[in-house]
């Protein structure tokens, strides 16, 4: 089984069948509008007290909400409805369902839910950041364009494997469904640079629920902030969570037994 | 002939928390967890031919779930050797995996607002079944099942047989040569048991599919499997022809007697089980049922009288009922 035909399998019937409902893209427009509105009332309110915060200008925030805004739409359009599905699916018992397919069972897991009109806020993301690189007047080199798309690849994959480990103590505890709330208010803090935080809240953003690395560190590099050194540093620390998260969900795996008997 | 399921001296205990009820417990067991081991399947054996339709009998909570689960790889067994079609379930390699099928009838794996063509699609991507072949397989299944009309409609639209038929049919889609069949028939009504039934016994005779199931419906084990294993408390009770296990559990006949009289008194010639209208019918032990049936015929003015065996349920329920007696 190639694990990319099916995740696109999985991808094309999810669009095909999120198209009959077309009323989702219009709340979801709807959504995508009151958080950007509530974002700039957010700036506009900071910046008539100060010029620049931690550093960052007021165009240069702009793009980092709009960051924010893609890397919210990725999570929610991907990350969150399968790790929701898995945690429904441990309880209910129909995770062996996965587990009896001939295929990498984490693949699997991780590929089967798609919410397309979720996507609204990757573009809606795409645009807020393209009026910030307007305000700011400069353009976008090649190597910029990279390391942001690189950072931003990296980020993904690293809030991947936070909710993925966070899911798998779903094997033990059975009951984490008020997780995705928590994540939620934690990556809501990612809508600022995290260098406006105290320490201790910086270290916890940046290494226990990666949200610097989804979205500040993709901003640095869009704003002409970031060196090679940091993108290595991202690079290693995804290397890390990828591996964490597999054996944590392996050993979770080993300690189902599905619901019931 | 290799066996195609064989099973040795399988055990399987789980190790579960236990505490009493109540907060003081409850507060308690989150600092000094007890545990208690539960045999769920405790030294079982059994061999099954390829082709074979066996069915799988016991109590709720007798281990035949975890014994299916064991077989399907889902679980380790704490002892003992499994070997399904020359493989080791635990070890879950995708060769094996891609030629046995799980159905649980209580449980649904088709998503509940995809039609079911479009899960069949997904079916399909995961066990990379050739296009050809796929379809053909498809349409004969869906024909056989009668749901052209309702592979395209959402399965939440479907009735909870019709969801069951399109959950068969999704899960043979890859033609298994091994079917674990866990209460494929749970909860439907007879027509749709039987359509099932049917289905599973033209599966098998047209792939040569080995088929285990549990069943609480007799009529499903009776209509598919000539042989059947009765577990009980983890460990084999039974294994054998379905007929002989009548013949060896039970030690009774049923007696229907119909009298223009319906106030005579029978409880001399036998248990009285039930008694409507002129209709009585009673329990009697094998060895006595010549004897009290000339008893009954000269004794007293007889319109009818039937003899029959103990229906099965009563068979598999007077097995379970004697080895509770015996510990």
Redesign the interface.
Known sequence: ??PI??AL??LR?GV??EMQYRVNFFIQLLQSFISVATGLIGLSLVFGQVTTLAGWSRPELLAVMGVHLLMGGVIRSIIQPNMERLMDDVR???L??A?????DAQT?ISVREFRFWQLVDVIVGMVVISIAFFQLKSSLGIFQLLGFLAALLMGGVMLYSVWLMVTSISFWVIRVQDISNLFEGLYAAGRWPIGIYPDWLRTGLTFLVPVAFAVTVPAEALTNRLDGTSLLFAFGMTILFVIFARGLWLLGL?NY??A?? | MTPAISVSKLSKH?KVPEREGGMKAAVASLFNRKYRTVK?VDDISFSIEPGEIVGFLGPN?A?K??TL?VL?????PTEGMVNVIGYEPTK?S?????Q???V?GN???LSW??PAI?SF??QR????IPASEFKKTRDDFIDLLELKDLVNKPIRNLSLGERMKMEIVGALLHRPKVLFLDEPTIGLDVTMQRRIRAFIKEYNQRWGATVLLTSHYMADVEALCKRVIVIHHGQTLFDGELSRLVTQFSSFKTLGVTLPNPEADLSQYGEVLTRDGARVTLRVAKSKTSQVTANLLSDLQVDDLTVEDTPIDDVIDSVFTSTEEAK
């Open positions: 089984m190639n035909k099916l399998t999985y019937i095909l069948n209910n018992g129909t062996d369902f587990l009896t397919k001939p295929a699997l080993s037994s599905g019931s008997s | 789980y769920a909570g281990g779930t975890t689960k399907s790889g889902l679980l380790h879950r995708h060769d094996y995996l891609r046995v099928a799980l649980m449980r649904n794996q607002d995809l479009d699609e997904l991507a995961i066990y990379s």
